[in-house]
């Protein structure tokens, strides 16, 4: 299981360091650059005031340049300053946005896995079912509906017209002068939307792994045996089957780990939650490169955090995977 362990983790260098190679070259082929932007708002600055910002953020340098001094300020982990008038550290401004975009997307994740498994579990069990089509039929809506979409009729109904659900922020105006109890139930308001969008969608694909794999499992031959031997229903299900059935749902989780970050953009951009996801968004509309490039950076650990804690789970769970 070491040797197994320090293959997967020698493996995550290289693929760390091509992941930001293409990311690097990505952002610096893109149309425009953070003193375009500048520019573009002041029309009377001169040439050389341009050449001078540039030679300030390091822009005048070829791009492997660039790269070389990024991976170096990287290795002492400095993700260098914002490309922005404030030209705070990068790593300061995720420190202040990440923790509520982790609780969010650790809340949606959590709900997530605690409705899927049991929706994907009993429509295999009931398969053919009032309740397995109409299960289904709630899949396809979650497949094909934009999480936008959902997000903007949700913030409709249940804020605007209902008014029981705030639409934006994860705190109230008076928020400072609520009780104890007044603030947990006012931040509880505020997130219980965006929970339920970003949980939503992958909700329906989770559950009907879920389910495709139970179909599979209650056809093997140890399934029968354990019936034949007089176990109960529920013994056998979510005993014995459910149990091999969760392999593919490790994987999944493992791949859920990154989305984190990278889901994160859509919702909290849309109800106004100051998290890392509007940070990035806000820095893409800006060309903030060192900003851009620390969001990637962080979600591409995530990404290889994520496979490898999918390839660990999975080794234990089948120790064949190990040997091969």
């Known amino acids: 299981m070491l040797r197994y362990l320090l293959k997967r983790l020698l493996i995550l260098i290289p693929t760390f360091i091509g992941i930001t190679i293409v990311c690097f070259a990505v952002i610096h082929l893109a149309p425009g650059e953070p003193t375009a932007l500048q520019s573009e708002l002041n029309p009377d600055i001169s040439k050389q005031a341009i050449e001078r910002m540039k030679s300030h953020y390091g822009l005048d340098k070829p791009v492997y340049v660039q790269y070389a001094l990024w991976m170096k300020n990287l290795a002492r982990l400095d993700f260098g300053k914002s490309i922005s008038s404030d030209e705070r550290p990068v790593w300061n401004k995720i420190k202040e946005r990440l923790p509520i975009t982790i609780y969010i997307n650790i809340l949606a994740l959590v709900l ?12 295999a069990v009931k398969r053919g079912s009032l309740y397995d089509r109409s299960v289904t039929v709630v899949v396809f809506i979650g497949f094909s509906m934009p999480g936008f979409w959902l997000a903007l009729i949700c913030m409709d109904f249940f804020g605007v017209r209902l008014g029981w659900l705030p639409i934006s922020g994860v705190i109230s105006p008076d928020f400072s002068q609520l009780g104890a109890a007044g603030k947990i139930w006012d931040v509880t308001k505020h997130l219980m939307l965006p929970v339920f969008i970003s949980a939503f969608g992958s909700l329906a694909g989770l559950s009907r792994y879920m389910r495709a794999s139970m179909l ?37 989780l493992g791949l859920s780990i990154p989305g984190l970050i990278g889901g994160s953009v859509i919702f909290e951009s849309i109800f106004a939650i100051p998290g890392l996801g509007q940070l990035f968004y806000q820095a893409i509309m800006m060309r903030d490169y060192n900003m851009i490039m620390g969001s990637l950076t962080i979600g591409a650990v995530l990404t290889l955090l994520g496979n490898l804690v999918a390839d660990i789970a999975y080794s234990v769970a089948d120790p064949r995977i190990r040997v091969k």
């Not at 997530?112 to 429509?123: D, K, N, Q, T």
């Not at 013994?235 to 994987?251: E, F, G, Q, S």
């Open 112 to 123: 997530e896995f605690l409705l899927a498994i049991p929706l994907g579990v009993l429509s």
């Open 216 to 252: 599979e499992i209650v056809k093997q031959d140890y399934i029968l045996t354990a019936r034949a031997k007089g176990l109960s229903e529920f013994v056998v299900i979510y005993r014995h089957a459910m149990r091999n059935a969760m392999l593919p749902v490790i994987t999944i």
